[in-house]
């Protein structure tokens, strides 16, 4: 059954919620690859097993292009500061996962 636009909102709000709440997580406020304070970008990486589980993590500038570097069929990088224009999907694994 799909949802309403009106569920669909509440639950692209929830998930921008949940987001703007790791983002500001003590655990989250360095980059995942060099310390760095304040990472600005997201990275998903895609399990290398079938049935695995996404793992996510924060990163600045500087090191953001690894993970990209890598392709997409390692994983996905966006902007962790363009939560609006992020799918639904990247926000849900970044707000379920554990940093």
């Not at 003590?26 to 695995?52: M, R």
């Not at 500087?62 to 500061?81: D, E, F, M, Q, R």
Request: with cysteine.
């Amino acid at each position: 059954m799909a949802l309403s636009y009106k569920e669909q909102r509440l639950q692209a709000e929830n998930i921008k919620n949940r987001l703007k709440a790791l983002l500001k997580h003590p655990d989250n406020q360095s980059c995942s690859e060099c310390g760095e304070p304040k990472p600005t970008w997201a990275f998903i990486l895609e399990p290398p097993v079938e049935g695995g589980k996404k793992l996510a993590a924060l990163c600045c500038y500087k090191c953001y292009s690894y993970p990209y570097k890598l392709g997409k069929s390692v994983g996905t990088v966006k902007s962790a500061n363009m939560v609006a224009e992020c799918k639904q999907d990247f926000m849900h694994y970044l707000s379920l996962s554990y940093w």
